[in-house]
């Protein structure tokens, strides 16, 4: 099913070849390329406006400072150059006939008393985004290098967070998905240096960005609206990593940090490395070689106190221990306490190449590979109150207490490591009055769990309660349930999992200038193919006997610390795993229960989509429209298992079919596009978007797997057949959506933004889990889940933003998204916000910054909605600058220690809680440019 090499490729590497030869052989005529720089000659500055007046002709500088204008009449000309921060640059230039002319322009601050204002530091990053901003056609929200490590981000997920309109959803405590204006992180498109990363994690399509450290980052590009040449598969947004150049600078740089981290639930001390290195090599003539490098290491030691309450609250059934009848009352099935330890270590690294004819023909190499492990020991106490007996109620707040009820105590033992892979070869050219740019990307992305093993002790005939009041409820047991002699060991399941996903895709993009009745136009063409493989591997062996009445005392421990209850005592991790390997071959395999789990939950999928789209833009006045048409066509195979448990009472058997499930599915769409930019002045715009975009399903929902269950018992001599089922659906349709924003944006003369935004996202095809045993297709099953494509939902929303930087050195930023939705959308908040109070000297730099996001729907349970709670974290970063290269910092993450709190139906009752602690880091960072 795989192919080594598309057939596609092939035409696309001839076209290639073509355009190299003329870049080779081309000759610029009436040329004006430059380079944008500071005075003390160590910044280059992407995202200016230069302009060359007579004309109204505009373009945007590059990552490396460069413009270029083609086809300019011979004669005398104005070029300005805008860039927020700086003092406006007007220079005279001669354009002479069948000629290329150079200028150089360097830009001044606004403050001449603080030479770097606009080279290094926090208002230098929010300057060069702020510009980029700007200048942008569509709407986009940017955070560079500078800014990221002004703030205790790990990575680039914590980033993002900063940033109007931006939520991150958290694995122990850490930003890991990002979503953009309420919309699920699996529908926003993420790309690495402009090529599409594809998940590490089975069945999703959302990158957990958790694995991209931010010292590798130079910027974090997040587009709100798309244009016809970019991927239509960002109904939230698309969100472009950039790892650095050596370009982004003029000349060698180079940095180095080392830090200290403590966390203080779990009292240990973690270590963090990285450096870069950057530097220009003149070649001959005019080509120039630019070599960057960067590397990041990273490893932290915590935990997590957590606390769930299983299948959340209900109305129940218990026989009473007094009369024997059956009560009804509302309360839980099971809730659970939780300790985790943990330790993560991420490790980046990046090569990047570039070399640079001139401004008129560039190439470049774009590697970044990023690895994330994750080490995790998690004891569990199982508090099974519907196996017990209902004794009695102590109040109306839900108390409960049960005899012969059951407790267990399992164990996770498990080592995981992600990592992604991304290669990207292109290059750009002009050629007469032709742009052309084309890559070609490669990227893999895994998942490896080699030897999970998963331990459980179960333990009957206890007395347990509860009581439901707050976040944690409160638990109550009698003393035989905290001895260990009480819980014998009752399954070892071991597994060894594997999840890859594979990318290759090309990339061909031209743009021609030309006049229309007197107005700039511009018309753009391009494709793209992206052919790309997920693989979900797993193999299962659960181990059912033969432990000779092991108990848990034999691996007993000292009490874990748990700050939210009594948790009793632990269990040794080496002991257990020692005693798996020691006698692994002595215990009974339930065949049937391996052989489900294995082969029901593999699959692999292939997607391949192919893209065309035509793009024209034009200036009137100060009008600038964009609009164009983009076509994408979509081949998806799947392959998987169906599997099916047949038990049979009667006969007293038990057997497990497997057959052979593959399906294909093609779909197109043709996605029509508007975008108006309009400058009222050098510092007011506005723009407008019509936008159609989708969705492709997740690999999971869209999956070929089965899982069936099909039980015959007989009961008065009446034989009866109970079905039921888990399956993934191949033929679903895609998220479609079609979206309007309008935005107003004021810059201010100095540093700053004044920001309104409105938006509205109409989705169509939206996926839901549910039953679907009567639909027709499965006539005799008592319950089937499955995901299907359900109606429409609707979100409007309102985005405003505002940053100021003062002559005093204070600083100030605020934002805030507030979404308005016809309904529930899972993980959707309706107000996220971000405030940030800094200041900013030649020798100290503070920032005291807190994100907020309202609750989150995430599902509806026993006939409640599930709800994730308002979640405020505040951090706190202090730097000290002993000169210009070396700077000390401390960072205090998670001041006020926000726990994460899953409630259901009301916040009384939980479903899951956990805190995580407050980290501090101290640490020193060496720079020279």
Known sequence: MKHTLPLPFSKPCKAVALVLGLAATGVQANTLQGQIGDTQSKALFEGAQVT????????????????????IPAGNYTLRVNYIGAQSNEQLVVIQENQTTHATVQLKPIDSEVDNIIVVGQRAGQAGAFNRQKNADGIMSIVSADSIGQLPDQNAAEALQRLPGMFIQRDQGEGRFVGIRGIDPGLNNVAINGANVPSPEAGIRSVAMDVIPSEIIQSLEVSKTVTPDMDASAIGGSINVKSLSAFDRQGQSYSFTAQGSHNEQVDKTSPKLSASFSDIFDMSGQTQLGVATAVSWFEREFGSHNMETDGGWMALEQESAETGEDVSFFGAQEIEQRHYQVTRERLGAALNLDLHQGSLNKYYLRTLYSEFSDDEFRQRNEYKYDKGKYLSAQSTDSSAYFTDAEMDRDTKDRYEEQSILSVVAGGEHVIQSWFVEYNLGYSKSDEREPNRLDVDFAGEELTLGYASLGSTPDLSRSDDAHDLTHFAMDEMVWENNLSEDEATSFKL??????????HNAQIKMGLKYNDREKLNLVKTVVYDGGFDDVTAHQFASDEPSYEIGQFGPGLSRQGIREFFNANRASFDVNALESDIESKGKSYTSQETVTALYGMFSIDVGNLNIITGLRFEDTDYETAGSRVELIKNDVEDSETVAITPWQVSKNYDHILPNLTLRYAHSDSLITRFAYTQTIARPSF??????????????????????????????????????????????????????????????????????????????????????????????????????????????????????????????????????????????????????????????????NGARVYQDTHNQVDLSIKYYFNEQTQLYFNAVNLTDEPFYVYHGEKRFNYQYESYGRSFEFGMTFTSF
């Open 52 to 71: 060359l007046v007579e004309l109204n002709k505009h373009v945007n500088s590059n990552r490396d400072g460069s413009f270029v204008f083609t086809k």
């Open 509 to 518: 993009d031209v743009t021609n200038d030309f006049i229309l009745k007197g």
């Open 700 to 861: 999971g929902d869209a999956a070929a797997f089965q899982l069936l269950e099909s039980e015959t018992s007989v009961e008065d001599d009446v034989v009866t057949v109970e079905r039921k089922g888990e399956v993934g659906n191949p033929d679903l349709n895609p998220y479609e959506s079609e979206n309007i924003d309008l935005s107003i944006e004021y810059y201010p003369g100095k540093i700053g933004i004044i920001s309104a935004g409105v938006f509205h996202k109409n989705i169509d095809n939206f996926i839901a889990k549910e039953q679907v045993q009567d639909n027709g297709n499965w006539d005799g099953f008592k319950e089937v889940i499955q995901s299907v494509n359900g109606g429409e939902a609707e979100l409007s929303g309102v985005e405003l933003a505002y940053t100021k930087n003062f002559d005093s050195g204070l600083m100030f930023s605020a934002n805030g998204t507030f979404i308005d939705a016809d309904e529930a959308l899972p993980n959707q908040s309706d107000t996220v916000a971000n405030i940030m109070f800094g200041y900013e000297s030649n020798k100290v730099s503070a920032r005291l910054s807190t994100s907020y996001k309202s609750k989150a729907y995430l599902m509806t349970e």
